[in-house]
């Protein structure tokens, strides 16, 4: 295998997935990328997680579903699937403060495993049938004669079109189509616990005058309004464009895509005509980008989110393999860098790319890395430390720098941080890594050598 | 604007969770008190009357003192309308001025950029606990967020002294600004140098700090040393934030409430203490507040979520005693059929502190004019 496949499979790993073993790594490059991509996306050709496991571990609290989240993503052997669920939860932003009602929230991200790489159709008609985002948007409280457009309106500017695609009457024809689709209240939380809503559509509060939406007029109904919308060449644009910002490089904040046009217009272009001509089958859509040029040329070109810094690092230093307890300070982390899950701020979702950083964040991203990687019995430091062993040695100060970035990435870092750990490791000679004399002290080297490169400004990005 | 010797500073407290105000300020003379609060209600004979109505909790003694001593404001019936009673909802609308819309940019952010528009000084707002919250982010404006102020820094994991040094230095190294790279990596450059900057002027504030002035061992107290401590240590902080959790008493109030209002009012009064050794008290004011406040009728065990709360302006200009109203309690006016109805918009208080004390003006702000309040009228 050649270093480039190895840092292409890499990269795949971290997009589509959440960053991979050393030996995860060897198996994948030795598949090939374009296998890696069916097994990635076909899901059904690996096996899902064990669930029960997972329950058993960490329960059904807010926590500890986050905790079990979080375990999948860096245990499930359908990396592509928990990624995806991820995906549709940045632009399906719901937000845990407003409902509190965990069971609800973590259905919603269930739902999204579920349906997440099925079609566009199939998952803009869960989305309204959900009763977490029912209940976000008020739409329980849009009925026939008085309708609440709060749903309606989002449904087009921030799930499906963007602003710019559609008239104010568009959104209240559309809001008026959606009247009646409520949930069935669960029972109180106290004293039973938390029990799950479901979907109902109530004929009474339905409005069944005639609507016109984007130039259809009819008895419209809410699934109607989703036949209309998938069929946009806007909505093709828009999903193209937030699967682009995702998976392949960071395009500037939702809000403003309506004035700044995207600065790759021929892969959203390619990425828009996957998704017509598939009728929005999202797996059509992501084997056309996960083996595109522009994919395999976008190499570190985005700022990793809390969620893919920590999973990353988990897997980096390979501990929580199997479910152990401790696991909820992974999500605790990811909250103080900025992204809770299960919490985004607004509707709007995450702010991403450079809005992942200021001073708090970037010291709560740093000292975690740095925490994480300081013991050098952690499986995936022992790896890395055996990788360096089996290199032979004495490693000059520029082999050892190498070496690492290789192991921990392999990153591609420039002149300046190089050249800043090249100096560190020179202060302290060659490493002679295969002296069992010395192996304490040339773990700390190791050790402290991967800490100074995962605080590096590269390692921010993936 | 106040005569001092220094730029004004402001610090602010908030209480996590939704303070009970009616069991903080109590309507010891109103038989509804007694008849909707069974459980967590406190008897006429223990509470610290201020005046012929209203009574101190009594285990916010450190805080009617300073009451007495004229240096409190009690804002009495603080909120907006159609107030939220979910607490994250709630929260974000007193971090961002956003009742209606929901809003990206901290108030307390727009006061850092207000101050400092250059971004010169990386602490001119601090903040005291885990992660930034949402009052102090703004795109651009730099905040520094301070979890524990002794170990404060970058890779504090690596323990021995010489080897973090040189990880620093290397650090340095490798986030110095390069010619060529992206827009994101100079914003990387920029934001992890100001880390390092904040840290090193952080770091000298234990050091010259004495006092002789104990606080107490709780969280609260904590971070109001933290808070004098980086004061006297003249970095140019003017605004500090900080929080105190635990106040959601649905249930156990009785217990729960008392010993949290024991903390803060005991560290609000170390706190005043130890700036007054210092010579400093009259160069801040604190605004203490709470997401809301809690049902008028308890639930046999604790107080659920309720509007109308109330808030504190404390400090040496502060020309203590009652401001806007205290809510109705005839049940006829009351919010919701069951919650106090609010007297004050909480941006009038907030507008009331950035104007009067800190020379700003409030409109860009908090996002609008708003009636103030005039506690520091002898000014």
């Not at chain 2, 010797?5 to 303070?19: H, R």
């Not at chain 2, 006297?232 to 959601?248: E, I």
């Amino acid at each position: 295998m050649s270093k480039s496949d190895v840092a292409l499979i890499a990269h795949l790993m971290r997009r589509a997935g959440f960053g991979a073993t050393l030996t995860e790594l060897d198996e994948y490059v030795k598949k090939g990328y374009e296998n890696v991509v069916e097994d990635l996306v076909d899901i059904e050709r690996c096996p899902p997680i064990d669930e029960d496991l997972l329950d058993r571990y960490f329960g059904g609290s807010e926590g500890g579903y986050r905790a079990t989240w979080m375990y999948r993503m860096i245990n499930s052997p359908r990396p592509l699937e928990e990624k995806m669920a991820l995906f549709w939860h940045h632009v399906f932003a719901t937000g845990i403060g407003k409902n509190q009602h965990i069971l609800a929230s973590a259905l919603q991200i269930d739902m999204f495993r579920r349906v997440g790489l099925s079609n566009m159709r199939e998952i803009l008609l869960e989305l309204s049938k959900d009763p977490a985002m029912i209940f976000w948007l008020d739409n329980n409280e849009n009925r026939k004669g008085e309708p609440n457009e709060n749903y309606g309106r989002e449904l087009l500017e921030l799930f499906s079109m963007g602003v710019g695609n559609y008239s104010e009457d568009d959104i209240k024809d559309c809001s008026r189509a959606f009247t009646g689709w409520t949930f069935a209240q669960p029972p109180p939380l106290y004293p039973q616990g938390y029990y799950p809503a479901h979907f109902v559509f109530i004929e009474e509060e339905h409005d069944d005058g005639e609507k016109t939406f984007l130039g259809q007029t009819g008895n419209l109904n809410g699934d109607d309004i989703i036949d209309i919308i998938v069929q946009q060449p806007a909505c093709a644009g828009f999903i193209s464009r937030h699967l682009y910002n995702f998976f392949v490089a960071d395009e500037p904040q939702v809000p403003s895509w309506n004035v700044t046009p995207p600065q790759d217009p021929d892969a959203i272009e390619t990425l828009s005509n996957a998704f017509l001509e598939s009728d929005g089958n999202m797996r059509h859509v992501l084997k056309t980008l996960l083996n595109s040029d522009f994919f395999k040329a976008a190499r570190f070109k985005k700022v990793k989110s809390p969620t893919e810094l920590v999973t990353g690092i988990v897997k980096l230093v390979g501990t929580y393999q199997k479910p152990e307890p401790g696991m909820a300070k992974y999500p605790g982390a990811t909250a103080l860098m900025g992204q809770e899950l299960l919490n985004p701020p607004t509707v709007e979702g995450w702010h991403t790319g450079k809005e992942w950083i200021d001073g708090g964040t970037l010291t709560e991203r740093i000292n975690f890395s740095v925490g994480e990687l300081s013991d050098p019995s952690k499986p995936g430091i022992e790896q890395i430390i055996s990788r360096l062993k089996a290199d032979g040695s004495p490693l000059s100060p520029n082999e050892f720098v190498d070496k690492c970035l290789e192991l921990a990435g392999p990153l591609e870092v420039g002149e300046t941080t190089r050249e800043s750990l090249v100096q560190f490791a020179a202060s302290q000679g060659d490493l002679n890594i295969e002296s069992d004399d010395a192996a304490e002290e040339n773990n700390a080297r190791v050790v402290r050598m991967l800490q100074l490169i995962v605080a590096s400004r590269e390692y921010q990005f993936a | 604007m106040a005569v001092s010797k220094k730029d004004p500073v402001l610090v602010v407290v908030e209480l996590k969770g939704g303070n009970d105000f009616m069991n903080t300020i109590i309507p010891y003379t109103a038989g509804i008190y007694y008849d909707s609060r069974p459980v967590v209600g406190l008897k006429a004979e223990e509470v610290l009357p201020l005046n012929d109505t209203l009574a101190w909790n009594p285990n916010a003694e450190p805080l009617k003192d300073m009451y007495d001593q004229g240096d409190v404001a009690i804002v009495q019936g603080i909120g907006y309308p159609d107030s939220s009673r979910s607490h994250f909802r709630a929260m974000d609308v007193w971090h961002t001025c956003e009742p209606i819309e929901i809003g990206n940019e901290g108030w307390v952010g727009r006061v850092i950029r207000e101050l400092d528009p250059k971004g010169e000084n990386v602490l001119t707002g601090v903040s005291f606990g885990k992660g930034l919250p949402r009052a102090l982010a703004l795109s651009g404006v730099p905040a520094t967020s301070v979890d524990n102020l002794d170990t404060y820094g970058l890779m504090t994991d690596i323990e021995a002294d010489p080897q973090r040094l040189q990880a620093l230095e290397i650090f340095k190294e490798m986030y110095s600004p390069t010619i060529g790279t992206s827009f994101v990596m100079d914003y990387l450059s920029q934001t992890g140098l100001d880390v390092i900057k904040g840290s090193d002027e952080l770091k000298k504030a234990p050091a010259m700090y004495t006092s002789e002035v104990e606080y107490e061992s709780n969280p609260i107290a904590k971070s109001l040393r933290d808070v004098a401590r980086v004061h006297l240590a003249d970095l140019g902080t003017r605004v500090f934030y900080t929080q105190h959790g635990g106040y959601d008493h649905h249930a156990n109030e009785v217990p729960a409430h008392p010993k949290l209002l024991r903390e803060l009012t005991g560290a609000i009064r170390d706190f005043f203490k130890d700036l007054r050794d210092h010579n400093a008290s009259d160069e801040v004011v604190m605004l203490v507040f709470s997401e809301f406040g809690r049902r008028i009728r308890d639930n046999a065990s604790g107080t659920d979520h309720g509007t109308g709360g109330g808030a504190f302006i404390i400090g040496d200009h502060v020309q203590g005693g009652l401001y806007a109203e205290y809510p109705s309690l005839d049940p006829a006016r009351w919010a919701n059929g069951e919650d106090l109805e609010h007297t004050i918009d909480f941006r009038g208080v907030y507008g009331t502190v950035l104007e009067q004390w800190m020379g700003l003006d409030p409109v860009p702000i908090v996002d609008g004019a708003f009636e103030q309040i005039a506690p520091f009228g002898s000014r």
